[in-house]
């Protein structure tokens, strides 16, 4: 696996890794503490700064298949979508500085194997996006696995808000948000979490899965992602009073999988050898052979078929029979 990396974390606090059994031995604190994480999102603890802070947080800036990105059509379906078996439990509620967070126990079978589910966090706005589109707030169902504890899953889920109420696992803590509005500060929820409405909206919706990276430092590949595609919702005052604590704690979004990493493409922006994208057909465009071609890369004598018309979708057979010279 491509957790070797992971095991010589000294910063074993951050965020995706809070609560994993592998790393609690570095991240030992007082007992009854909260242990801050040592990273963040400002303009050096953020995520341009990130391999500064320690030496195991190489991947942040050298890794090829780093986390969030944009879910697309690139991105496959699950064939099988996670089971979630998560019993009624008192839970802890805690706010790490750069999340809050609920640890809880439970168990999911995805992947062909039983993964333990440690805790859920929370990411305002959204670290992926759908098709382009962010969310308000995604959260972070953090899985090890049971029978070999490298293996690390995680179920995302997004959020939209909404003129309705709050979904379930949102209405079980939101009362406590005041209790943890502090870093280092946390509470208990004699009553636990409520997941019915995780638990159909992972039947209802697609489920999304690709290999990508932890989206905190040390940004070590190899976790799967399974990302819910259609959102929950969250209340106004629910979402308000969740970003006003958690604030914005969002990685920007990485490059294509198995492409140099964001922090390369920045590093060469502006010189001769920058990476740029492909190019985009030019409204009113046309289509020759099935491909979009802007107007002035046409030649004499092309045929070709003229899709728009005054703003209005159309196709029309026609070739170029001459080109408007520039004086």
């Not at 509620?93 to 079978?109: D, H, P, S, W």
Request: with cysteine.
């Amino acid at each position: 696996m491509l957790f070797s990396s992971l095991l010589f974390a000294s910063t074993a606090s951050a965020t995706c890794l809070h609560g994993l059994s592998m790393f609690q031995k570095r991240a030992e604190v007082a007992e009854g503490e909260v242990k801050l994480s040592t990273f963040g999102y400002g303009p050096l603890d953020g995520p341009f700064n990130w391999a500064t802070l320690a030496v195991e947080n190489e991947a942040c800036k050298a890794g090829s298949k780093q986390s969030p990105i944009n879910i697309d059509e690139s991105v496959t379906v699950a064939t099988d979508k996670p089971v979630l078996n998560i019993p009624e439990q008192e839970v802890e509620f805690e706010n790490l500085g750069t999340t809050i967070e609920v640890i809880v126990n439970g168990t999911t079978t995805m992947l062909g194997s039983e993964f333990q589910l440690v805790q859920f966090h929370m990411h305002t706005p959204s670290e992926h996006h759908v098709n382009g589109e962010y969310h308000p707030l995604e959260v972070h169902m953090v899985h090890q696995g049971v029978a070999d504890n490298t293996q690390l899953a995680v179920v995302a889920l997004m959020f939209q808000v909404s003129s309705a109420e709050s979904a379930s696992i949102i209405k079980s803590l939101s009362s406590s948000i005041p209790a943890i509005s502090s870093p280092g500060t946390k509470t208990a929820i004699p009553a636990g979490i409520d997941f019915t409405d995780v638990l159909s909206q992972i039947q209802a919706s697609d489920v999304l899965q690709y290999s990508g990276s932890l989206t905190t430092p040390p940004c070590a590949e190899g976790v799967t992602f399974m990302i819910v595609k259609d959102p929950l919702d969250i209340s106004v005052t629910d979402f308000n009073a969740i970003k006003s604590v958690v604030k914005f704690n969002a990685r920007y979004i990485q490059n294509t999988l198995g492409q140099v990493n964001m922090l390369e493409v920045g590093n060469l922006a502006g010189t001769a050898q920058a990476m740029k994208p492909a190019p985009k057909a030019e409204a009113g465009g046309a289509k020759a052979n099935g491909t979009v071609v802007a107007a002035a890369e046409m030649t004499l004598g092309q045929r070709f078929t003229v899709t728009e018309l005054h703003g209005q979708p159309t196709a029309i057979a026609a070739v170029v029979v001459a080109r408007k010279r520039k004086y």
